[in-house]
């Protein structure tokens, strides 16, 4: 078993080794990232964030300080909507500043991957598709849903 280790102290040498332009090796927990990566047994390279586009699975932190690995589905300006690829719920909230990393490769096991390859993208597209435009547009999304609440009143 790997050890774990806190983010908050780790996250200086994060910041050093992609400032650098290195790329880091790390073993996310947590099971949001499912199926594309298995807590204990998948791993991440991340690297400097650069063009970010939809479908890029970045590193950020949130504004309770919290670590989140997880897909950019949608970017509106400077904000970004995120979600894990086993979730449905969209997180709105998120800024560019707030991204420290990108994906530029995962292990599945020992085996290797770039985020070029075309079984990949093939599984982002997917993923992507599991949100139609109003679900990435909050207030339409919001409209909706209140619309969809008062018919189920009447």
């Known amino acids: ?6 983010l908050n102290e780790l996250f200086p040498l994060i910041l050093e080794v992609i400032e650098n332009g290195g790329e880091f090796h790390l073993y996310p927990r947590g099971t949001s990232m499912e199926p594309l990566l298995h807590a ?12 970010i586009k939809n479908g890029d699975v970045l590193f950020y932190r949130r504004k309770n ?15 970004l909507i995120m979600c894990g690829d086993s979730q ?3 997180e709105y909230d998120v800024l560019s500043n707030q991204v420290f990393a990108k994906m530029v ?3 599945k096991g020992d085996i290797y991957h770039t985020v070029d390859e075309p079984e990949y993208l093939e599984y982002v597209k997917k993923q992507l598709s599991r949100f139609p435009f109003y679900r990435t547009n ?7 849903r209140k619309v969809k609440h008062m018919i189920k009143r009447s």
């Open 88 to 90: 449905r719920a969209l």
């Open 1 to 6: 078993m790997r050890d774990v280790v806190d």
């Open 105 to 107: 490769g995962f292990y």
């Open 138 to 144: 909050p207030t339409i999304y919001k409209f909706l």
């Open 40 to 51: 204990g047994d998948d791993s991440v390279m991340l690297g400097a964030v650069g063009e």
């Open 65 to 79: 300080g919290q670590f989140v690995l997880h897909r950019l589905i949608k970017k509106r300006g400077d904000t």
